[in-house]
């Protein structure tokens, strides 16, 4: 047990653990056992493996702010949307990291070079698209006129109003609410979550890490649920490519609890793995870390086998406490999704 309160305290600083990814509960394997076992017909593909441009789609947006507060915006070139206006946003490339994608897109549909400094948002259609929102900060660069035009962006320029401009679709309202809401709180040194960017590790796998906490009754310590199933880890799920977040973090917390799942709230991404390898590998997968507090004393919930509570100390009792509040952890959304760049 001497790790988990190590790798609770990475997590809670945004760093992905070191843990082996054979460390898995609920594997897609299992999943398609578990739908037998109710006399359903299996529906994950237990060798599913996760590849980009084939069978998941990781797209990263850019939300820049400038001292104006204006909005880094560029006009779209393509047929179905020529002329309309959106935020950088594009596909990552295979053998590309979050970050390089983030860099490359930037300055294709912009000119500008930028550097992202946090992730702002995760969301999520179905378990193999992914949109990866991150703020950033223009680097140098020169912001692409309309005589620049080419096959990325007709032009871009900053933008206070969003209103003033036709855009390609409204999602990006409530993304660039939220991005200044949380360039409000920075600039104030006001409660939000901490900077937190992918740590480039690989995975061969779509894995979703839960850090699930209680209290107990009788003391209100903090403790965080603990697998046993191989040595000691935080509990881990593979993501079913056809299923949404929500259904699977709700099988999962099934397979951990029972049927008389206790009532819990999901608050959150505390950390991101990703890092794509060149060919031949494939290491196309990630893992999402997910916060989630139960509502009931610990003495009040069933467990399954092989799950056990671990008592962490004050300090990261604390942390993980104060991490339940309001924009302390990145937003998860689930969407849906037309399959588009963006």
């Known amino acids: 047990?001497?790790?988990?309160?190590?790798?609770?305290?990475?997590?809670?600083?945004?760093?992905?653990?070191?843990?082996?990814?054979?460390?898995?509960?609920?594997?897609?394997?299992?999943?398609?056992?578990?739908?037998?076992?109710?006399?359903?017909?299996?529906?994950?593909?237990?060798?599913?493996?996760?590849?980009?441009?084939?069978?998941?789609?990781?797209?990263?947006?850019?939300?820049?702010?400038?001292?104006?507060?204006?909005?880094?915006?560029?006009?779209?070139?393509?047929?179905?949307?020529?002329?309309?206006?959106?935020?950088?946003?594009?596909?990552?490339?295979?053998?590309?990291?979050?970050?390089?994608?983030?860099?490359?897109?930037?300055?294709?549909?912009?000119?500008?070079?930028?550097?992202?400094?946090?992730?702002?948002?995760?969301?999520?259609?179905?378990?193999?698209?992914?949109?990866?929102?991150?703020?950033?900060?223009?680097?140098?660069?020169?912001?692409?006129?309309?005589?620049?035009?080419?096959?990325?962006?007709?032009?871009?320029?900053?933008?206070?109003?969003?209103?003033?401009?036709?855009?390609?679709?409204?999602?990006?309202?409530?993304?660039?609410?939220?991005?200044?809401?949380?360039?409000?709180?920075?600039?104030?040194?006001?409660a939000f979550h901490p900077s937190l960017l992918p740590t480039p590790r690989s995975y061969t796998k779509l894995f979703l890490r839960l850090i699930i906490c209680a209290r107990r009754k009788t003391n209100n310590k903090v403790h965080v649920l603990v697998s046993e199933k191989t040595a000691a880890h935080l509990p881990v799920c593979e993501i079913h490519p056809g299923r949404s977040l929500h259904a699977i973090l709700k099988k999962f917390m099934t397979e951990m609890f029972g049927a008389d799942l206790p009532s819990h709230r999901p608050h959150g991404v505390l950390a991101l793995g990703h890092n794509c390898q060149p060919r031949p590998k494939i290491t196309d997968g990630l893992c999402l870390t997910l916060l989630v507090s139960v509502r009931l004393p610990l003495e009040e919930v069933g467990l399954i086998d092989k799950y056990s509570w671990f008592q962490v100390n004050l300090e990261v009792a604390g942390n993980l406490l104060s991490r339940m509040g309001r924009f302390r952890t990145v937003p998860l959304n689930v969407v849906r999704t037309s399959e588009s760049d963006a």
């Open 1 to 190: 047990m001497e790790n988990i309160e190590k790798n609770v305290i990475l997590l809670l600083n945004g760093k992905d653990t070191e843990e082996p990814q054979d460390f898995c509960d609920f594997t897609l394997e299992d999943q398609n056992e578990a739908a037998i076992s109710k006399g359903l017909a299996p529906s994950a593909p237990p060798d599913f493996v996760p590849i980009l441009k084939q069978s998941v789609c990781y797209v990263v947006m850019a939300v820049i702010i400038n001292e104006k507060n204006e909005i880094l915006m560029m006009q779209e070139a393509k047929s179905s949307c020529a002329g309309q206006w959106y935020l950088p946003a594009g596909r990552v490339e295979p053998n590309e990291s979050i970050m390089d994608a983030f860099k490359r897109e930037v300055l294709e549909e912009t000119g500008l070079t930028a550097e992202p400094s946090t992730l702002l948002m995760v969301e999520s259609a179905a378990g193999s698209w992914y949109r990866f929102v991150l703020a950033g900060n223009v680097t140098g660069g020169s912001i692409k006129q309309p005589s620049q035009a080419d096959s990325e962006s007709l032009q871009a320029k900053w933008v206070q109003n969003l209103a003033d401009l036709s855009l390609r679709a409204g999602d990006i309202l409530s993304i660039v609410e939220h991005a200044r809401s949380f360039k409000i709180q920075l600039d104030t040194q006001q």
